[in-house]
């Protein structure tokens, strides 16, 4: 008889976040925020950011060992100097779960 043991490693109390922030401009239209600043909170934004990162040309972020507990992603793109686009989650948990997805449609400010 043979037996085989397949091993997967994990971090345990870890999870991997990704998504896809986009932008919407005057004319409603919307586009990949390219290199937007994802920053994670503990629980809201008045919590320093614990992770940050940048999402890629086509606007998509991935996140991998993110601590278990509750976060909120904020996403900031500054265009130029007078044109800043932002987008904050709600509340997301992250208990144990191997991927969570949070996608931000970025606005404005």
Not at 1 to 21: E, N, P, R
Request: hydrophobic share 45%; aromatic share 10%; net charge negative.
């Amino acid at each position: 008889m043979t037996v085989a043991l397949i091993a997967v490693s994990c971090k345990k109390d870890a999870s991997q976040f990704q998504g896809m922030v986009r932008y919407v401009d005057s004319t409603g239209a919307y586009y990949p925020a390219d290199s937007a600043i994802i920053t994670f909170h503990d629980k809201d934004t008045s919590a320093p950011a614990t992770i940050t990162s940048y999402t890629n040309a086509e606007g998509i972020y991935h996140v991998t060992d993110v601590p278990d507990g509750i976060w909120v992603v904020r996403a900031v793109l500054e265009i130029d100097s007078n044109l800043t686009y932002l987008a904050v989650s709600d509340r997301v948990e992250a208990y144990g779960k191997d991927f969570v997805a949070v996608a931000l449609d970025m606005m404005e400010q």
